[in-house]
T-cell receptor
């Protein structure tokens, strides 16, 4: 099993550009999450999907959209990137929202 | 406002030492999660607990619900234990509730 995979690993964008971060899991988990990690701050939840077909906002959703394409895949879209969105983005999954989470390797995004 | 506080922020130890990392939280929780983040950035789940104590190899996690405190202990530390250790708490028991993460404790174990 690959666990949780993310693409790309690194990305540089210019302000105003758009991009989609992809996440997939092969553990048959119901719940998936997108986090951002910034220096000096803990991981912060952007959006999550408790189950296929549902998505909900987390702590810092502004500037992002998500799609739960199917049970395996959960994508994060930046419609108009801003320098404040420079961060490391992690996708995670869990069997259900009450369970421990398994993390992908992360995407390092720089917005110039 | 940070619901989760970890201490120390940084810790350097000699190989073989017993290590303790602390996590305090300010609200009632339904679960606490300890994670390990390696220098390459990958995050691995170590423990999830809601009461008592769990042990896995040289790692031990304890939680005191009344005192709103958890500790992660590493016995016989080794340089490969060098990583950032992150505490996260889940508030509430409904499916919509999320984890709140501490900023991590950076551990360096010197040979």
């Amino acid at each position: 099993n690959a666990g949780v995979t993310q693409t790309p690993k690194f990305q540089v964008l210019k302000t105003g550009q758009s991009m989609t971060l992809q996440c997939a899991q092969d553990m048959n988990h119901n719940s998936m999450y997108w986090y951002r990690q910034d220096p000096g701050m803990g991981l912060r939840l952007i959006y999550y999907s408790a189950s296929e077909g549902t998505t909900d906002k987390g702590e810092v959703p502004n500037g992002y959209n998500v799609s739960r394409l199917n049970k395996r895949e959960f994508s994060l879209r930046l419609e108009s990137a801003a320098p404040s969105q420079t961060s490391v983005y992690f996708c995670a999954s869990s069997a259900i929202t009450r369970n421990e989470q398994f993390f992908g390797p992360g995407t390092r995004l720089t917005v110039l | 406002k940070n619901e989760v506080e970890q201490s120390p922020q940084n810790l350097t130890a000699q190989e073989g030492e017993f290590i303790t990392i602390n996590c305090s939280y300010s609200v009632g929780i339904s679960a606490l999660h300890w994670l390990q983040q390696h220098p390459g950035g990958g995050i691995v789940s170590l423990f999830m607990l809601s009461s008592g104590k769990k042990k896995h190899g040289r790692l031990i996690a304890t939680i005191n619900i009344q005192e709103k405190h958890s500790s992660l202990h590493i016995t016989a530390s080794h340089p490969r234990d060098s990583a950032v250790y992150i505490c996260a708490v889940r508030i509430g028991s409904n499916t919509g509730n999320q984890f709140y993460f501490g900023t991590g404790t950076s551990l360096t174990v010197i040979p």
